[in-house]
C-alpha cells in the first residue's frame, strides 16, 4: 500500500496523471476550488443518441479533523456534496438543520438513529461558531 | 405531445434573449442575523445570451386546455430522497397568467453554443427576470395544472414574506406572522456591482481611475447608474454601456480623479426604467434571498509623492 501510494506521488510530482478514469485522457491538472477535473477524451464517431458529458467537477471541501468525520463523509454525501456544510455559516445549533435533512429531506432512509447522532456531535463540534476554525 | 431535440431545433422559431440568471440567495452572507444556506458573495449570479424556442409557442403546439392555472416544469435532475420529497423530484410551475410566461423560452444554446451539461444540457428553462430556481435544467416534461403546484419546491421551499420587498423581522417569523409566497411572485430587485477598483491596490492623487461594473433588473431595463464616492452622500450619474436587452447585465463606467489623499468609500446604485432605485437599506427573510442594498467599496487613496 504504501509504495503504491509512493508511486503515485512520483507521478503527480512529474505533473503526469495516469488515465484511470475511463471516458477520460491523461494530462497535467492540479486541483482548483471545483477539485480536481479530468479531461474528457476525444469524442467517437457511432450511431445513436448516447452523449458524453465529460466529468464533473467534485467540488468537495475538506473537513476538520475529529470524531466523526468519516461518517459525515460517507453518510451525508449520499444526497450533497460535503460543502454543503461548510457553505453553511457557522450554526449555533445543528439539530434543525439535522431534522430538515432526516425528515423534511428523508434521510432517515439512509441513516440510523444511531449514526445521525455522531453526525450531530460532529457538527456540533467543528461548525458552531464557537467551534468552527475556519 | 413529445419533441424530440431535432424537433426542437427545426420545427420552431429560434429566439434569442440576453438574460441574467441569479441565485434567489446571492448575496446572502450579508444578511444579519445571519441565516443558514449557502453563504454567497455577490458571485451566484451570471449574463448570457440564450437561444432556443419560446415557451409560449410549444404551448400553443401543444394546446392548452382551459382551467389550466400553472405551466409546471421538471428536468432529468432527481435526487437520492424518496420520491415524494423534495430531494428526490424537482418541479417548479409559473402562473399561466404571469406575464413572464410570454418571454420564456426553452434555451438549447448558451452564448451560441450547445449548453454544458452543467448549465442544463440539452434544454433548459429561461425565465427573463426571475430568479434561478426557476430555470429549470435538463427540461424533459411541461405539464398543464388545474390547480396550483403543491411540490415541495413551490409550496415549501423558496418562499418570501408577502411584503412589498420580501422583507420581515425574526420575531415576526417566530411569532408565525409571516405569510408567505413562491418568490416567483417577485421580479429580480435592481442592483449594481463595483468591479473596479477593488481596493486591492491604492489609488493616487490626481491619476483619473475607472470606476466601472455591471448592473441589471429583472423588471426591466436599467435607465441610470450613480456613483458616490462619499459613502452616499452625494451621486454623479455614470456613463452606461452597450444595451444588450432589458434583461442584461449593463455595464457602467464612471472616472474618478480623486483630489485628496485618505480612505473613501465608493458606492454605486442602479435605476430601472420601472422607477426601481435600489435602497440603502438590507432586506431580512429566512431564506436569505432577494438581496439589493447599495454595494460600497472602500479604497484607499495616496498622495502623489
Avoid at chain 1, 93 to 99: L, Q, S, Y
Avoid at chain 2, 182 to 190: A, L, S, T, W
Avoid at chain 2, 203 to 220: C, D, E, N, T, W
Avoid at chain 2, 246 to 271: C, D, H, L, M
Wanted: glycine residues 10%.
Amino acid at each position: 500500500m504504501k509504495k503504491r501510494v509512493a508511486f503515485f506521488g512520483i507521478l503527480l510530482g512529474l505533473g503526469l496523471v495516469a488515465a484511470e478514469v475511463p471516458g477520460t485522457v491523461a494530462g497535467q491538472w492540479t486541483g482548483g476550488t471545483l477539485g480536481l477535473i479530468l479531461q474528457p477524451a476525444p469524442a467517437a464517431p457511432g450511431g445513436g443518441s448516447t452523449i458524453n458529458i465529460g466529468p464533473l467537477p467534485t467540488y468537495t471541501a475538506e473537513l476538520a479533523e475529529g470524531e466523526g468525520k468519516e461518517l459525515v463523509m460517507s453518510y451525508c454525501s449520499i444526497c450533497h456534496s460535503v460543502t454543503y456544510i461548510t457553505m453553511q455559516p457557522p450554526l449555533a445549533n445543528w439539530k434543525p438543520t439535522m431534522d430538515k435533512m432526516l425528515k423534511t429531506y428523508g434521510a432517515e432512509k439512509w441513516i440510523p438513529a444511531d449514526v445521525a447522532e455522531k453526525i450531530l456531535a460532529y457538527l456540533q463540534a467543528h461548525y458552531t461558531p464557537e467551534t468552527r476554525k475556519e | 405531445m413529445e419533441l424530440s431535440l431535432e424537433d426542437l431545433l427545426t420545427k420552431f422559431k429560434p429566439v434569442s434573449i440576453a438574460a441574467v440568471n441569479q441565485c434567489s440567495g446571492n448575496s446572502r452572507s450579508r444578511f444579519q442575523p445571519r441565516v443558514a444556506g449557502g453563504q454567497w458573495g455577490n458571485g451566484a449570479m451570471g449574463n448570457a445570451l440564450w437561444t432556443g424556442v419560446r415557451l409560449k409557442d410549444l404551448l400553443e403546439a401543444a394546446g392548452v386546455k382551459p382551467g389550466t392555472v400553472q405551466i409546471q416544469f421538471e428536468g432529468l435532475d432527481r435526487g437520492k430522497g424518496p420520491e415524494n420529497l423534495g430531494s428526490g423530484r424537482f418541479m417548479k410551475s409559473l402562473d399561466l397568467d404571469d406575464p413572464v410566461v410570454e418571454e420564456t423560452i426553452l434555451a438549447y444554446a448558451m452564448n451560441g453554443e450547445p449548453l454544458p451539461m452543467l448549465n442544463g444540457f440539452p434544454v433548459r428553462l429561461v425565465v427573463p427576470g426571475k430568479f434561478a430556481t426557476y430555470w429549470l435544467k435538463h427540461v424533459t416534461w411541461i405539464r398543464a395544472l388545474t390547480e396550483p403546484d403543491k411540490n415541495f419546491w413551490m409550496a415549501t421551499a423558496y418562499r418570501v414574506p408577502d411584503t412589498p420587498n420580501g422583507s420581515t423581522t425574526p420575531e415576526a417569523v417566530a411569532a408565525g406572522q409571516v405569510k408567505t409566497v413562491p418568490i416567483g411572485h417577485f421580479n429580480m430587485p435592481v442592483r449594481s456591482f463595483i468591479i473596479d477598483p477593488d481596493g486591492t491596490s491604492p489609488l493616487v492623487v490626481g491619476m483619473p481611475v475607472k470606476i466601472r461594473g455591471v448592473a441589471f433588473s429583472g423588471h426591466g431595463k436599467v435607465v441610470k447608474v450613480e456613483i458616490s464616492t462619499d459613502d452616499g452622500k452625494t451621486w454623479r450619474p455614470a456613463v452606461l454601456g452597450a444595451d444588450y436587452g432589458k434583461y442584461s447585465f449593463r455595464t457602467f463606467e464612471f472616472t474618478w480623479r480623486p483630489s485628496q489623499p485618505g480612505n473613501y468609500v465608493i458606492a454605486v446604485r442602479a435605476t430601472d426604467e420601472k422607477g426601481n432605485t435600489q435602497p440603502d437599506a438590507p432586506v431580512w427573510n429566512p431564506g436569505g434571498y432577494l438581496w439589493n442594498k447599495i454595494e460600497r467599496q472602500e479604497v484607499v487613496v495616496l498622495a502623489a509623492k
